[in-house]
């Protein structure tokens, strides 16, 4: 089995950075994934390093992720990647010439796999932004199967699917999930293997495992549709819904919306046009859906208002210490990332790379300056309070501007207000009448 041992020592340090990254990290259906035994992750890929980061520490398992072999290109970072038990996988359009390579990556997972040992892959074969799950590469399918084969099929190794999900995947303190599917058994398709029909075989375990991704990942197949998607979310989840209930809505919608479109496509396209105006205003006001239809009461507002204001007062200097202190390696990341970053999906990557050196660098210049080690133990923790302050008074702040708004004597708020009734109205009407569609009895 490749050597993992600095995977090993890192692992634990996975959970705290990535609850440090995340505001609110969800795992669902852990009790699916297989506490031994060969077993495949096969997981969508919208964030770079933080699908890695989120997948290691959402399980105890010792993961062996497959990585594209031009990030092996610098011997140091090889170097790092091979003792983190990272495989290298060239992909067709950087090294046509050089794919018999990847014959002795799939070697090494075959090994893997038959010594009960776990590898992660990200079948898309490319990371990227869109809130769709992209037709899958048949490399995973033909590693498990090659290696059932190699063994008189009788590993019993299993693929567990994996969804990443991000509220905002280039936003630092945001939320994230990560939800396993069912583990998918591989044996229906060792019959086809058998009779000298692999690559049938592969396709069919390919195709099953993508539908399997469908169902834990983000999929909204058209561009358009997610478009549209953004705007109705408001009227059928919560702003601050946790993101694995987002994502139940959505999936719903995408079916009502595919559904609509095919039986009333010029009053789809009609309503389409008024929610992406009305979205586009809301972004706009920098409010939410939920946010414009509030109203207040005294008693309500004082009670939410005074702990608050007394803890954000009693907390400021505190914060200013903290804040003061980490400007820079603070800032510096946005910075690298802003500079470096050519795609939005490599944003978060080079923020969380160019942290995990500038905060300990800083904190060690901090050492030595004055001579105090036990700053090591201080400024992390004046750090992490800094942060949570930080997340707390901007609610606060939002909060109290959205209750100015609402006070206003503003017609244009008033329309806002009629325009979002009169949407919502529509939409549940629509709404009824998809779900009499759906529940009437075929003949």
Known sequence: MPDALLYRLLRPFAKPLARLFHRRLTVENPERVPSKGPVVFAANHPNMLLDVLLLGASTNRTLHFLGKATLFGNPLLALFLRSCGVL????????PGRMEENLETFAACHRLLAEGGAIAIFPEGVSHDRETVLPLKTGCARI????????????????????????????????????????????????????GKPQEAVKALTLELESALRSVAPHVPSEEDQKLLRALRGF?????????????????????????????????????????????????????HGEIGRTYRLGPVVRYLAPRVLLAVAGLPFFAAGALVHYVPYKLPAFVSSALATEPVERATVKLLTGLVTFP???????????????????????????????????????????????????RRDRLKLWREELAAELESRRREYEAVENRPSE
């Not at 190699?150 to 699917?161: C, T, Y």
């Not at 994502?247 to 009609?270: G, K, T």
């Not at 030595?368 to 901007?394: C, D, H, K, R, W």
Request: hydrophobic share 45%; glycine share 4%.
């Open 144 to 195: 498990v199967l090659e290696a059932e084969a190699k063994h008189d099929f009788r590993l019993s190794s299993v693929i567990v699917p994996a969804g990443i999900t991000f509220s905002n995947r280039e936003l630092f303190r945001s939320d994230a999930l990560v939800a396993f599917g069912e583990p998918l058994d591989p044996s229906p398709h060792f019959a086809a293997y058998r009779e």
């Open 236 to 288: 059928f989840a919560e702003a601050d819904a946790a993101t694995e209930e987002r994502l139940v809505v959505d999936r719903a919608l995408v079916e009502a919306v595919s559904d609509f479109r095919d039986r009333h496509p010029f009053e789809y396209r009609r309503l389409r046009r008024k929610l992406l105006r009305y979205g586009r205003v809301l972004d706009l006001l920098e409010l939410s």
């Open 88 to 95: 290298p996988v060239r992909r067709r359009k950087e090294s």
């Open 361 to 411: 660098l800083f904190y060690a210049l901090a050492v030595l300056v004055t001579g105090q080690p036990g700053l090591l133990a201080i400024l992390p923790l004046l750090g992490v309070f800094s942060l949570i302050y930080s997340e707390a008074v901007s609610e606060l702040l939002r909060e109290v501007r959205i209750f100015f708004w609402h006070q206003r004597r503003d017609q």
